[in-house]
């Protein structure tokens, strides 16, 4: 219903990019990008799909409560452990930051990763706050069901350790394709670390801080890159 819906419409929009005249070097993918020219619309429509999308999360906290086990508990989604989630989750942002930055520089050049178009930060006063709230979205969305639930469910299922935390990637790299050949390998990557993290520590709330920090960053801080450098982030002419 969500990122399963989601991973289809990515596989369909990569086979249109690569059956293109022009290469993936010279496409382009928008990053939350305007629904209406109109003020009160745009904010309504950003605003909503937030809203929405998070139905999906309580869903799964639904389908996961059992008498007297807590489905916050059952996936370490919860303040129990403040300090030591916060330490996690800026060091998986520290292992994953710096080499996806890479990652998708080097796909930029050697041509098979789209340009991503950000929102311009100076639309309207709302727009940095819900692009915060959107980088929430995405991260609750993805770390709860992607890895909290689907871990959960799939061991139910009997299956093991690894052909869990291999699904989970590549699923996380599939919705990924509509940028391009490089973001599938690196968001699969980044799904095989989270999930070995999840497996080992049995909490989700680092990697939805994490997520959550990453997402910020590429949201706010593109635009501003792409200010910067604009000969080295820019789609090609």
Request: with cysteine; hydrophobic share 50%; net charge positive.
């Amino acid at each position: 219903m969500s990122l399963g819906a989601s991973a289809l419409y990515s596989i369909i929009s990569i086979i249109a990019r690569l059956t293109d005249a022009r290469p993936l070097s010279e496409q382009s993918a928008t990053l939350n990008g305007s629904q209406s020219p109109r003020e009160w619309l745009d904010f309504s429509y950003q605003f909503l799909s937030i809203f929405f999308a998070l139905f999906a999360v309580a869903l799964v906290l639904y389908l996961l409560w059992l008498p007297g086990q807590s489905p916050f508990r059952r996936l370490g989604f919860n303040f129990t452990q403040p300090g030591c989630d916060l330490m996690r989750g800026f060091g998986l942002v520290l292992v994953i930051g710096i080499p996806g930055l890479g990652l998708y520089l080097a796909g930029r050049s050697l041509g098979f990763t789209v340009a991503i178009v950000p929102s311009p930060l100076d639309t309207f006063w709302w727009t940095i706050p819900i692009l915060v709230l959107s980088a929430l979205r995405s991260a609750l969305v993805e770390e709860l069901i992607v890895v909290g639930y689907l871990f959960t469910r799939l061991r139910e299922l009997g299956w093991s350790t690894w052909t869990i935390i291999v699904s989970s990637a590549l699923l996380r790299g599939s919705y990924h394709l509509y940028q391009g050949i490089g973001p599938f390998f690196g968001n699969a990557a980044m799904g095989v670390l989270f999930g070995w993290c999840y497996l080992r520590w049995g909490r989700t709330m680092p990697l939805v801080i994490a997520h959550w920090i990453l997402d910020i960053v590429s949201f706010v801080g593109y635009p501003l890159a792409l200010t910067w450098w604009p000969g080295l982030l820019a789609p090609a002419a």
